[in-house]
């Protein structure tokens, strides 16, 4: 049974910084590509930021551009997404989802975790 399990979100204050991690467990992370989502109250859901099958590849949505970072670690089965200079709209439930094959921008997943929720403070 495949799983993704989130976690590191919690409140932070604007300005701030956040560390989520995203375990894999019933499946091989080197073969899938990891993205990373997130839905506000009221909000379509939205790509923040994915990473590569090898983990050399990696894609960083328009809102958190020049303040994330992604990293994977295969042998740990982990990806982590660093979002720094946080702001008020970055409050969210991010969700991780796993690809088999090629990054993905949109939706087409075929796993997602539960989701950790980051609500940042003004």
């Known amino acids: 049974q495949v799983q993704l399990v989130e976690s590191g979100g919690g409140l932070v204050q604007s300005g701030g910084s956040v560390r989520l991690s995203c375990v894999g467990s019933?499946?091989?992370?080197?073969?899938?590509?990891i993205g990373w989502f997130r839905q506000a109250p009221g909000k379509e859901r939205e790509v923040v930021s994915a990473?590569?099958?090898?983990?050399?590849?990696?894609y960083y949505g328009p809102s958190v551009t020049g303040r994330a970072a992604i990293s994977k670690d295969n042998a740990k089965n982990t990806v982590y997404l660093q979002v720094d200079s946080l702001k008020p709209e970055d409050t969210a439930v991010y969700y991780c989802?796993?690809?088999?094959?090629?990054?993905?921008?949109?939706?087409?997943?075929?796993?997602w975790g539960q989701g950790t929720q980051v609500t940042v403070s003004s």
């Open positions: 019933g499946l091989t992370f080197s073969a899938y590509a």
């Open positions: 990473i590569s099958r090898s983990g050399v590849g990696t």
């Open positions: 989802a796993a690809r088999s094959g090629m990054i993905h921008t949109h939706e087409d997943y075929d796993y």
